[in-house]
Nanobody
C-alpha cells in the first residue's frame, strides 16, 4: 500500500504565498506522475498542476505563472509553490500519484493514490 500525506495548507491574505508538500510512502518502486487537484465548495475537483518523473509539467490556465510544481524523486515528495494567491484559489488541495509497486517486473502493480487533502483559504 501507498500513503500520500499533504501539508502546508492554511490561511493567507490575497497576494500571499503558500507551499504545499505531498510525501509518498509505503510500497513504492517508482512514481510516474504526481498531480495537485483542488476542490472548492460546490465545484468539481479540478486539476491544478502535474509533473512526471522526468520533470515535465502541466498547469491549469488559472494558475499558470503563479504556481510552480516540483518534485524530489529521491524523497518521493511533490511540492506546489503558490504565489500571488487570490480568493478564488480557496479550496481543499489534494495530491494524487500514479505509483508502481513491487521489486520485480513480473509482479509489479500500478496504483492511483490520493491524499486526504489540505485546506487553503485566501482572504480578500
Amino acid at each position: 500500500q501507498v500513503q500520500l500525506v499533504e501539508s502546508g495548507g492554511g490561511l493567507v491574505q490575497a497576494g500571499g504565498s503558500l507551499r504545499l508538500s505531498c510525501a509518498a510512502s509505503g510500497s513504492i518502486f517508482s512514481i510516474d506522475v504526481m498531480r495537485w487537484y483542488r476542490q472548492a465548495p460546490g465545484n468539481q475537483r479540478e486539476l491544478v498542476a502535474g509533473i512526471i518523473s522526468g520533470g515535465s509539467t502541466i498547469y491549469a490556465g488559472a494558475v499558470k505563472g503563479r504556481f510552480t510544481i516540483s518534485r524530489d524523486n529521491a524523497d518521493n515528495t511533490a511540492y506546489l509553490q503558490m504565489n500571488s494567491l487570490k480568493p478564488e484559489d480557496t479550496a481543499v488541495y489534494y495530491c494524487n500519484a500514479v505509483v508502481y509497486s513491487g521489486r520485480y517486473y513480473s509482479t509489479r502493480t500500478r496504483g492511483d493514490y490520493w491524499g486526504q487533502g489540505t485546506q487553503v483559504t485566501v482572504s480578500s
